[in-house]
């Protein structure tokens, strides 16, 4: 499969950048990485980049944990620029662990990085870690989810994600016809501020359509408590969040979906909708709807376009992802170290408040996909090779 334009100037804007990146890395730290690997094969048709001989571990990447697809990939993606340009910063992987997440920022320090990209596995927990690293006077992104509750977050690479819920929510809206649709929702893990942005953004497109009648909500008496409110505060999202908790775990969801399901009637069945906040979770809610004899048909959502769920799509048992190129995370992120080793401040279009301060930001846009869009979104835009699936429309 060809790739297109857009992703070779991505590409050279990551080697650049690199270079950058391995040539601004101080004198004293620890072991320059083994040798300043020559770029692969698989940098193809990318600029030849040859990084410094004397390259130093500038930069420490600590992504949640390796038992999600998710950040699997972001590890991938991550490799994929840094080893084009011959150059290689440490990724550590937390495997849900706040404890183990410190001591891998406190590693990374004491091996000498300047810039830490952390996605943490717990926002308030790892403001302990963010803290430890600021002390250094190490500059602290946060990647993909917000760390809360301190002020030692320099910066924050983002997805929109109001945008993400948003585009969940409307999906359900625009395959929902008639009155008293049946809709259930599962939100996030409550310890990731994402889980409230994906559930505000959604909220704020469904809420209507739960007023006027279209969708009945049946798996949250919280939820159904506050369906009248559009505006929900920060406290009251946390109660239907508690209630709806996946915890981001493949099997909590399903064992959720399973109790949900035991507990509604069959006239809480039939032809039902359901809000899946990510791809992993989508996949095990959708097993358990689709093995409930009651249930006719079910449109549910998710996000992340992982492969297994692209295959789902596919096949048409997950009717929709929300597909957040993580090129393009990485690449936001690689420039942002780039920036603070330069000692400039890296580009910024928004703010996060995180509870103590309002934290730099640009968000990237998310695209909506389905089995309609699958081929132009994820295939031709070079996301995942065709190779991996099978039936593709
Ligand atoms: C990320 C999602 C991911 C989820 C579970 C969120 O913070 O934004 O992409 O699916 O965590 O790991």
């Known amino acids: 499969m060809k790739r ?5 100037v991505l590409m050279a804007v990551l080697i650049t950048a690199v270079m950058i990146l391995g040539a601004c890395a101080p004198a004293a730290t620890t072991e320059a990485p083994a040798g300043a690997t020559k770029a692969p094969a698989a940098a193809t048709e990318a600029p030849a980049a040859t990084a410094p001989a004397e390259t130093k571990l500038a930069v420490g990447i600590v992504l949640p944990t390796k038992d999600e697809p998710r950040w699997i990939q972001d590890e991938t993606r991550f490799k994929d620029a ?6 290689e910063a440490e990724i ?5 662990d706040s404890a183990k997440e410190k001591a ?5 320090v004491t091996k000498g990085v300047k810039v830490l990209i952390i996605c943490p596995q717990d926002g308030s927990a790892a403001a302990a870690a963010a803290e430890t690293a600021r002390a250094a006077g190490v500059k602290v992104i946060s990647y993909d989810r917000l760390i809360l509750d301190t002020e030692a977050v320099d910066y924050y690479v983002t997805f929109d994600s109001l945008a993400v819920g948003a585009a969940q929510a409307q999906y359900l809206v625009d395959k929902a016809t008639g009155t008293g649709n049946p809709l259930y929702l599962y939100a996030g893990a409550a310890t990731d501020n994402n889980a409230f942005l994906f559930f505000q953004g959604a909220w704020n497109v469904l809420q209507p359509k739960i007023a006027d009648g279209t969708f009945v909500i049946k798996n949250s008496n919280e939820a159904v408590a506050l369906q009248d409110k559009l505006e929900l505060t920060r406290d009251e999202q946390a ?3 508690g209630q ?6 493949f099997n909590t969801a399903k064992n959720l979906a399973e109790a949900n399901l035991t507990v509604a009637k069959t006239a809480d069945k039939g032809n039902v909708f359901i809000l899946a906040p990510n791809d992993g979770t989508a996949r095990s809610i959708a097993d358990a709807f689709a093995a409930d004899k009651d249930v006719t048909s079910y449109v549910v959502t998710g996000q992340d376009a992982e492969k297994a769920s692209i295959q789902y799509i596919i096949d048409g048992k997950q009717s929709m992802t929300v597909l957040k190129d993580v090129r393009t995370l990485v690449a936001d992120a690689i420039a942002a170290a780039v920036a603070y080793l330069e000692g400039k401040t890296p580009p910024q279009t928004n703010t996060y408040n995180n509870g103590k301060i309002d934290v ?4 990237s846009e998310v695209i909506s996909v389905d089995k309609a869009n699958v081929k132009a979104a994820v295939i ?4 995942w090779p065709a190779s991996d699936f099978t039936g593709l429309p």
Do not use: M
């Open 360 to 363: 730099p930001a640009k968000p």
């Open 92 to 96: 550590l992987f937390s495997q849900g």
């Open 380 to 383: 031709d835009s070079g996301y």
């Open 4 to 8: 297109k334009s857009p992703f070779y």
């Open 244 to 249: 709806v908790t996946t915890n981001w775990d």
């Open 82 to 87: 840094l080893t084009a340009a011959g150059y």
């Open 239 to 241: 109660k239907i969040i």
């Open 104 to 108: 891998n920022v406190e590693s990374l």
